[in-house]
């Protein structure tokens, strides 16, 4: 059974300023993904960025990033320029045998 | 156009009664999905359908039972609810029923069970 960890319930950063979300998982499997979801107020769940477990290259998109450790099972996530609407929750979550499992989320806060 | 849908966004009723929710996906994806987050946020799978045919059933009391009347549907009945039933609940579709895919998830069903 595959297990996603989220040990921080909650973070805070100031504005423009770069904050990292991390993650831990636990997994016998060779082939699966990895994902972070957003969870603004609005409950919308929205997908930030994913990575494919076999790229070695850690994925982009615009100010969110990843650091993907495959031996350490890690997979933390970084906001660079930290905006007020990135306040939200955050979870982190894996893929296999078409399967998500979600870590328990993290609350981050953007202050003015 | 919303690509994942659902009805009703809020739903209050009482113990015992019998509800439904309705799920709808416009991206011809063939694989949808039913999870459930509980009031401390923490979301788990409780169904999949890929093209009509069930492919994950969670643990779940058989007091839920999910129906997928097109590839483009899947609803999910609860009959007698139960206090411990209330929870956002969301659908989820993907282009199959591979790894690869993203899931895509709908607004959430807030059921509240008085």
């Known amino acids: 059974a595959q297990t996603v960890t989220q040990s921080q319930p909650e973070m805070s950063v100031q504005e423009a300023e770069t904050v990292t979300l991390s993650c831990t998982y636990d997994?016998?499997?060779?082939?699966?993904?990895l994902f972070w979801y957003k969870q603004p107020p609005s409950r919308q769940m929205i997908l930030v960025i994913r990575?494919?477990?076999?790229?070695?290259q850690n994925a982009t998109e615009n100010r969110f990033s990843v650091n993907f450790q495959k031996a350490a099972k890690s997979f933390s996530l970084k906001i660079s320029d930290s905006q007020l609407g990135d306040t939200a929750m955050y979870f982190c979550?894996?893929?296999?045998?078409?399967?998500?499992?979600f870590g328990k989320g993290i609350t981050l806060s953007v202050r003015p | 156009d919303t690509a994942v849908s659902q009805t009703p966004k809020y739903l209050v009723t009482q113990m015992g009664n019998d509800k439904s929710i309705k799920c709808e996906q416009n991206?011809?994806?063939?694989?949808m999905y039913w999870y459930k987050q509980d009031s401390k946020k923490f979301l788990k799978i409780m169904f999949s359908?890929?093209?009509?045919?069930?492919?994950i059933n969670e643990t779940v009391p058989n007091r839920f039972s999910p129906k997928s009347p097109d590839k483009a549907h899947l609803n999910l009945h609860i009959n007698s609810l139960e206090l411990g039933d209330s929870a956002v609940y969301f659908c989820?579709?993907?282009?199959?029923?591979?790894?690869?895919?993203?899931?895509?998830f709908g607004p959430g069903t807030r059921l509240l069970v008085l």
């Open positions: 991206l011809g994806h063939d694989t």
């Open positions: 989820a579709s993907s282009p199959g029923q591979w790894d690869q895919e993203t899931q895509y």
């Open positions: 997994t016998s499997e060779n082939n699966y993904y």
């Open positions: 979550a894996f893929e296999a045998n078409s399967k998500l499992t």
């Open positions: 990575q494919e477990a076999y790229k070695q």
């Open positions: 359908y890929n093209n009509k045919e069930l492919i």
